[in-house]
């Protein structure tokens, strides 16, 4: 079974500028999950779907990230404008259903805003 | 009072020596308990998944949960330098609709050959 696909593995951006990361669930979950993971911290969940509607994105700080799962497959996470606190790691997860099945996570992005 | 804590370490220790890694936390909805395992550059990986309060055992790995101390353990039997990594604890509450994890901050374990 193919792992949690994520790209591109490394990003570095200037303050202000833009950026966009991609993911591909292993195939058949139903929920996908977006989380943030800064340097000596346990990830913070941004984002949960269950297919292509949004259940939680209380996390999220929605004046500059946005995400969408428009055909409830791949998603996109999206910073505009980047602040030097977003430099991170996103790690995309994914679950057969919601409940008591497990995550799985992908290697995650690493961004650097400089 | 975060909902979840976890020492950060790092602990050190030497190779065959049984490890115990803890969190305690405060929510009392938190129902499923979990244990990943994250290497240097890669996502988390899951080791141990549990509901009920007692042991599951799983190889060299022990999981327990005592729910009524809000106290959950890890422990590694025969620790290998290969086993050097930060352990994450996490969890949450029943299921159905919002379920994301919630997490500790890890603990860098480190096994010395």
């Known amino acids: 079974e193919a792992g949690v696909a994520q790209s591109p593995r490394y990003k570095i951006i200037e303050k202000r500028q833009s950026v966009a990361f991609w993911c591909n669930p292993i195939?058949?979950?139903?929920?996908l999950y977006w989380y943030q993971q800064i340097l000596g911290q346990g990830p913070k969940l941004l984002i949960q779907?269950?297919?292509?509607?949004?259940?939680?994105d209380s996390q999220l700080p929605k004046d500059r990230f946005s995400a969408e799962r428009l055909k409830g497959v791949d998603s996109t996470l999206k910073i505009q404008p980047a602040k030097l606190e977003d430099s991170a790691v996103y790690l995309c997860?994914?679950?057969?259903?919601?409940?008591?099945?497990?995550?799985?996570f992908g290697n995650g992005t690493r961004l650097t805003v400089t | 009072q975060k909902e979840v804590e976890q020492d950060p370490g790092p602990l050190s220790v030497p190779e065959g020596a049984i490890v115990s890694l803890n969190c305690t936390y405060s929510?009392?909805?938190?129902?499923?308990f979990m244990w990943y395992r994250q290497y240097s550059r890669k996502g988390p990986e899951l080791l141990m998944y549990?509901?009920?309060?007692g042991n599951k055992e799983d190889g060299r790995f022990t999981a327990q949960v005592d729910k009524s101390s809000k106290y959950i353990s890890l422990f590694i039997r025969d620790s290998q330098p290969s086993d050097s990594a930060t352990y994450l604890c996490?969890?949450?509450?029943?299921?159905?609709?919002?379920?994301?994890?919630?997490f500790g901050k890890g603990t860098h374990l480190i096994i010395q050959p």
């Open positions: 997860a994914s679950s057969s259903s919601t409940g008591l099945s497990p995550l799985h």
């Open positions: 195939s058949g979950h139903a929920t």
């Open positions: 779907f269950q297919n292509n509607g949004v259940v939680d």
């Open positions: 929510n009392s909805a938190f129902q499923y």
């Open positions: 549990t509901y009920s309060s």
């Open positions: 996490a969890m949450r509450s029943r299921g159905g609709g919002a379920d994301g994890l919630t």
